[in-house]
């Protein structure tokens, strides 16, 4: 069985056609933290300094008049902010002088302001005099002017997650908050918010032993390849999507690519194991373009994968992602990122050659990706003999896996369309479509196949166990 771009699943005959997806999702707009031509752009926030300077200007004219119309009563201006001495004097001569100006008034308003609304939260307060020192820092790349960057900044200690951390790990953190974008640290707050297996998603480790923050670090300090600055992507703009799609995995989407099959374990792969995620895309993004997977197989970027393409939906880390895994799942065949299709020839006999081009994966190339990347061996299942024409031993199966995501494929318009199994409940089957979010109204229907958009944040879908036995053709279940 072969799947494809947006949607398209080929059983395995005795001649096989690969899953191709006859109905590719809309290309429509997301949130998303960095999208193929949407990058994030960082600075300062929009009005941040012109504001200021207006505000002042503003006030120096009325504080007079105020001033004599309100009497003895006038309110009185707020303190200088608190910094606590220990942390400015763990601070570079150049940063402590800029941090007391800013703190004495001396800088604008905004500054000042910001600085007060950092230095007076609980979650700096109970920080040890090293760790707001590096926040200090944090707060002086800001810029200090922005009221944004604050607030993330704010926001992340204040993070019971990020107050846990070592004092070593929260200065990682800090580096990784400098290095990426406004919209990026807003993402590194949800990325450390996250619980994966009771711990923050930080701690959690790869398959070396290495915490997801370790390699996330590694992407914002290391040597990048400098394909990437060639074709107009930084630094803040792979760390930004690769912290949402770690933080977010409902998020991930295939935009109008055929690649529904490496874009369902892309979501399944952040959902139980990000750290794994992160390390591969720092393997993807360094000069060496390789990772190697749990499997023991290695993985190249794709070369096509790194220039910005029409599928705009997706960011340049899920780009990379999904055409670096759907050549390494086709075997010896190429797969071309700008045209989404795969090409190549197989020998019949192993004499004639049978030249291959179609979009998407056949069964057995989804189950080749999967048992690298996951490092353990898939069945691709049909049903038992007696129940594969009602396919309700499927049904039963899926049932005993309430809650394990399992890759599944699906009849889908004139095609096949892989989506990730999530749980049977009240004689439904819901299932997470790897289309991505929707602005559509949760209840929305749809046809071909009928089912029902149950959460257009996450993309979560449910059909009836009915509908769904007439369009289910086959899942992969892990031995």
């Known amino acids: 069985m072969k799947i494809g771009s947006g949607s398209t699943t080929h059983v395995s005959t005795p001649k096989q056609e690969p899953v191709r997806e006859e109905s590719k999702p809309q290309q429509t707009n997301t949130t998303k933290a960095s999208t193929a031509n949407n990058t994030v752009r960082d600075g300062f926030d929009a009005s941040t300094t012109t504001a200021a300077s207006t505000s002042t200007a503003r006030n120096t004219t009325s504080a007079s008049a105020s001033a004599s ?3 003895p009563s006038a309110a009185k201006p707020p303190p200088p902010p ?6 400015l004097d763990k601070l570079p001569p150049a940063d402590k002088a800029k941090v007391e100006e800013i703190a004495q008034g001396k800088q604008t308003p905004a500054a000042q302001n910001n600085l007060r609304a950092l230095t007076d939260s609980d979650g700096f307060k109970a920080l040890k005099p090293e760790s707001q020192a590096e926040v200090l820092q944090s707060f002086l790349a800001g810029p200090p002017t922005s009221a944004t960057s604050n607030k993330h900044l704010t926001s992340l200690v204040n993070s019971p997650s990020f107050r846990g951390l070592s004092t070593a790990d929260q200065a990682k953190t800090l580096e990784v908050f400098n290095n990426t974008s406004l919209d990026g640290r807003e993402r590194l707050v949800d990325l450390t918010n996250r619980q994966v297996n009771g ?7 790869d398959k070396d032993g290495h915490t997801l923050l370790s390699s996330l670090h590694s992407m914002a300090t290391g040597t990048l390849s400098d394909e990437f600055s060639k074709n107009g992507i930084s630094r803040k703009d792979l760390l930004a999507s690769v912290m949402q799609e770690a933080g977010r995995p409902g998020e991930i989407n295939q935009s109008s690519k055929g690649t529904c099959t490496v874009t369902s374990m892309q979501y399944m792969l952040n959902q139980s194991n990000p750290a794994e995620y992160v390390r591969i895309m720092q393997g993807l993004t360094s000069p060496s373009g390789q990772a190697q997977l749990r499997g023991g197989a290695t ?8 220039p ?4 705009t939906a997706r960011s340049d880390t899920e780009r990379l992602f999904q055409a670096s895994m759907m050549e390494y799942a086709n075997g010896e065949h190429e797969y071309d990122n700008a045209t989404d299709r795969n090409t190549g020839n197989d020998k019949i006999l192993g004499l004639i050659d049978n030249k291959k081009d179609y979009g ?10 999967l048992e690298a990347l996951f490092g353990r061996d898939f069945n691709q299942y049909k049903g038992s003999f007696n129940f594969q024409d009602d396919k309700q031993d499927i049904v039963d199966t899926l049932t005993a896996r309430n809650n394990q995501r399992t890759l599944m494929d699906l009849s889908w318009g004139n095609g096949g369309h892989a989506v990730v199994f999530e749980k049977v409940e009240n004689g439904r089957v819901y299932f997470r479509n790897p289309w991505g979010p929707t602005s559509d109204a949760n209840g929305t229907t749809y046809s071909d196949p009928p089912r029902k958009l149950e959460d257009g944040a996450t993309r979560l879908e449910s059909m009836s166990v009915e509908d769904f036995k007439k369009h289910i053709r086959q899942v992969y279940l892990p031995n």
Do not use: F, H, M
């Open 360 to 369: 998407g994966l056949y069964a057995d190339q989804e189950e080749r990706a």
């Open 199 to 205: 711990k923050s998603a930080l701690l959690d480790t």
């Open 308 to 311: 910005r393409d029409t599928a």
């Open 69 to 71: 119309a309100a009497g």
């Open 299 to 306: 993985i190249s970027r794709d070369p096509g994968s790194v």
């Open 82 to 87: 608190t910094v606590p001495q220990a942390a």
